[in-house]
């Protein structure tokens, strides 16, 4: 870019979120480096941004150098520089340095956070020329559902014109010395309570443009986030195998719960909730691909509340707890181990009842079924076992 102005970036990291337990998140590792390089590394690879300053945590600096050498750019091109309070005060700090460096107040300078690492070429060119044409211009995407305005119960108000409301992206760019002008005065007058830079110079009489932000600048926060960003990088995720096994016993009725298909039969299955062994079994086997107990722990028999609840409920459970740990199902495979009902009639509404449930199609549910040749409880029909495999990708 002959003639263009110099170009900056300030990477906010300063935050000690430990959201995800232990280390914040800027350094948590994916896919073997810390979040922070994988944003250095995308902001930097293409050689447009001649200075990057990282605004860090002063007790995170050796974390930080860490990352820094992991993301593979010249340690020539990386500066830091220390948070503030506040997010606002951590951008400003990372402006004056740039300032004390001597950056030219016609320069862009590009404000990014550390959580949004993938910046696309194309993204970050788009912001450069338009900053440079207009003084600042910001990355947003289009809402795709509707946006709803709530009252103060919690109860639908009125819903919002999504035509004109978008989703706004970092980094944001803006001419070097507008930017540093608008945060002084800020500082100056103890405003600190601007959400991000583009509001802040409006308020300080500022037109900001906007370019099409992109997919790929998504926010890495919840470990679902970092389950999403392994599988951008294509790092290959990690696939985890869980395993279940329930048995009912018959008792007398006329009708019986099996992979959350209502069957008539001459006997029922006992038990607390509806005694559905498919769905038991499929539950504990979600749960074992996190580690997190079982069925009876979660749901115990002696609490009065499941007599006679329905079992998609606890698979659904599982299903939640296993994404709230960043987790996506492959597949579930389950075999059912009864003399009578026969199952293969069943095997389609089966499936349709459990990828209800768990959000899958019916290639990725298995249904099969066995007799134990008369033998075994099984055999005597005393009662139906099932047994049940899931793979979770994380
Ligand atoms: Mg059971």
Known sequence: MNGFPEIAMVIVAAGQGTRLGGTPKQYRLLAGKPLLAHALAHAGVNGHVSRLVTVIHPEAEDAYRDAATASGIASGRLAFAHGGETRQASVRNGLESLAKAGFDAEGIV????????????????????????????????????????????GNLAGTIDRAKARIVQTPQAFRFGLILDAHRKAAAEKRE????????????????????????????????????????????AEIRTGLGYDVHAFDDGDHLWLGGVK????????????????????????????????????????????????????????????????????????????????????????????????????????????????????????????????????
Not at 120 to 149: H, K, S, Y
Not at 201 to 230: C, H, M, N, W
Not at 269 to 274: A, K, N, P, R
Request: aromatic letters at 4%; glycine letters at 10%; one cysteine or more.
């Open 263 to 394: 069957i008539a039969h001459s006997r029922k299955l006992s038990g607390h909730s509806d005694a559905d062994p498919v769905l038991h079994a499929l539950t504990d086997a979600l749960l074992g691909t996190i580690g997190d107990g079982d069925i009876g722990m979660h749901f115990p028999p002696s609490d009065p509340q499941w007599k006679g609840a329905p079992s998609h409920l606890f698979l659904a459970d599982a299903a939640r707890r296993v994404a709230t740990r960043g987790g996506r199902i492959v597949s579930v495979d389950c075999t059912v181990i009864c003399e009578r009902p026969k199952i293969g009639p069943h095997r389609v509404a089966m499936q349709a009842a459990i990828g209800a449930v768990l959000g899958l199609g019916p290639e990725r549910i298995g249904i099969k079924a066995t007799t134990s040749e008369k033998l075994g409880f099984t055999g005597r029909e005393e009662g139906i076992a099932a047994m049940a495999v899931a793979s979770v990708a994380f």
């Open 193 to 236: 309570d601007f959400t991000d830079d583009a509001g802040l110079a409006t308020a300080y009489g500022q037109i900001v443009a906007s370019v099409p932000g992109d997919a790929a600048l998504f926010k890495v926060t919840e470990a679902a986030d970092f389950a999403r960003a392994e599988r951008h990088l294509g790092a290959g």
């Open 110 to 153: 590009l404000i990014h956070d550390a959580a949004r690492p993938f910046l696309p070429e194309a993204t970050l060119l788009a912001l450069a020329i338009a900053a440079a044409r207009n003084g600042a211009a910001i990355p947003v995407l289009p809402v795709a559902d509707t946006l709803a305005q709530l009252d103060s119960a």
